[in-house]
């Protein structure tokens, strides 16, 4: 038998929950118990890995008193939902043969191997697994499986402790959702390894990669806006989905962080973008849990900026700071602050049901079918969906008040969402529209710059009373001062350039000085 096995692949991330999810409905509707079974997996390759070279894993798995031979390859993973094709054949002896899947697509890559007598055992699995079938709301049909035990290699051994929801019949979304539904109520993270990647891994055959190759989207202009937009969205998320899991590796990184923050502000620009196709209702919902998740890292990043500035105004005055530390001891002391609560809430997967739950409604999105006609493509409406934006921006800048904080703030979001747009769909946008993205970023990061130096003088003056001594007033204060004179400077210049195309050409040199 040849499918397509679609499956989401969740890990518990703390094992003492197992028996807590074992206890959940899902495994109790319907009649009788959910099935449990003892699963024993052999993986077998040639002595020079060829069938991991190809691209493709050999298992045999003890169900009871049959032995199952399947074949499966790569295919993808992209947060957490692992697409593949497989090959099962039920054979007499745990031996590992590869005749009887001759008769398929890829008996011919197996058949180059060398047959049966070439395939070594590489590793093993073993776990207990409690399956039960549901029945989402539209029908779809999805078995959910609970699988506790340990990868074997040599005299190395790792846990299992995770969910697979496959589907046997009906939408991804379903899946998506249910997982979404789960996280909600469990310590669920997304797992994008498979059993076999995790043994490979542990028994050295692979490596952890550090960096994966970025994502590439493919949109094409004249194809349908309403065929390409839910993929747009899904990409925007999965880039979200990698950086979280970045971020769960290196939560102390300042970097990390920062990349977390633009990814989900790049899809809330995307979403933004796409808001007139969108009914309200749902528009709204969406973009709130974008803006709760990211709220969490506001803070933290707020003060990593701080320290950049601080640490760059000690380097331009080494004869006035040369032995300043307490503003710096007390910066580190609000970003340990703030890892103390986000480490442990992520790492717990405060994310992962906001994340699955978008995704679902991504992959089934409604449409405000009045607004649009269906033969609309994604090139004309993006051109003009820009350049009605370019054209508001403009004629904010015009006007704005670079006095008033929520004034320049709106100004400065209006810039980010247009450049963000520019640099997600520039394969669909007018050539001159593309040459705006240099223009636009120096807008967006001057402003920036004028509402980093309003945050700084909010932040500073509560860290300088929560950390109070002397040579901490007196450092905070110096940087209270530079930062008054830069604001009034940086509001100067603006003023001054301000009708210019896109505003705020600011002096070369270094205003801090």
């Not at 395939?119 to 499986?145: H, K, N, Q, Y």
């Not at 190395?156 to 009906?170: A, D, P, V």
């Not at 670079?402 to 640099?423: E, F, P």
């Not at 130096?453 to 300088?464: C, K, N, Q």
Request: glycine share 6%; with cysteine; charged share 30%.
């Amino acid at each position: 038998m040849e499918e397509q096995e679609i499956e989401l692949k969740l890990k518990l991330a703390n094992v003492s929950a197992f028996c807590d999810v074992l206890e959940d409905p899902l495994f109790s509707q319907g009649d009788g118990e959910p099935a449990k079974a003892e699963y024993e997996t052999i993986y077998y390759d040639t002595a020079d890995h060829t069938l991991r070279e190809r691209g493709l894993a050999y298992r045999i798995r003890k169900e009871g008193d049959r032995f199952i031979a399947t074949v499966k390859d790569w295919g993808s993973h992209e947060g957490g939902l692992h697409i593949r094709h497989e090959w099962n054949r039920v054979i007499d002896s745990p031996v590992p043969v590869t005749e009887p899947f001759s008769d398929l697509p890829v008996g011919a890559v197996l058949q180059e191997i060398g047959g049966g007598a070439s395939l070594i055992p590489i590793f093993s699995t073993v776990f207990t697994r409690t399956a039960a079938v549901w029945e989402a709301a539209d029908g779809s049909l999805i078995e959910v499986a609970a699988d506790n035990g340990y990868i074997i290699s040599g005299e190395k051994r790792e846990r299992i402790c995770e969910l697979e929801l496959e589907l046997k019949g009906g939408s991804v979304a379903a899946v998506l959702q249910l997982g979404a539904e789960l996280a909600g109520r469990y310590p669920l993270l997304v797992e994008n390894k498979s059993k076999y990647l995790r043994a490979l891994i542990l028994s050295g055959l692979a490596e952890e990669k550090e960096e994966e190759e970025e994502l590439q989207g493919n949109w094409h202009k004249k194809n349908l806006l309403r065929d390409e937009v839910p993929s747009i969205l899904i990409f925007g998320l999965q880039e979200i989905m990698r950086a979280h899991d970045k971020y769960l590796q290196l939560p102390g990184d300042s970097k990390v962080v920062h990349r977390l923050r633009v990814k989900i502000r790049q899809l809330r620009s995307l979403l933004s973008f796409f808001k007139p196709l969108l009914k309200s209702e749902q528009y709204s919902i969406m973009q709130e849990k974008l803006k709760t998740l990211a709220a969490q890292f506001s803070y933290r990043r707020e003060i990593d900026v701080l320290i950049d500035e601080w640490q760059a105004m000690m380097q331009a005055h080494p004869a006035l700071l040369s032995e300043a530390a307490a503003l710096s001891k007390a910066l580190k002391n609000e970003v340990d602050s703030e890892n103390r609560v986000l480490i442990p809430l992520f790492s717990r997967g405060y994310g992962t049901p906001i994340l699955l739950g978008l995704w679902a409604r991504f992959a089934a999105l409604s449409w405000n079918e009045e607004e649009y006609p269906e033969e609309l493509t994604l090139g004309k409406y993006s051109t003009a969906r820009f350049e009605d934006g370019l054209k508001r921006m403009e004629k904010a800048a015009e006007t704005v008040d670079m006095a008033d904080h929520q004034s320049v703030h709106a100004l400065r979001i209006q810039g980010k969402k247009l450049r963000y747009v520019l640099t997600c769909l520039a394969d669909v946008l007018k050539k001159d529209q593309r040459k705006m993205l240099a223009p636009i970023k120096k807008m967006q990061s001057d402003l920036g710059r004028i509402c980093d130096v309003r945050r700084h003088l909010a932040i500073l003056p509560d860290v300088t009373t929560k950390y109070s001594s002397r040579s901490l007033l007196y450092e905070g204060g110096i940087m209270i001062g530079v930062q008054l004179g830069l604001e009034k400077q940086l509001v100067k210049s603006s003023n001054r350039h301000g009708q210019q195309r896109f505003l705020l050409p600011l002096p070369e040199k270094d205003l801090r000085q």
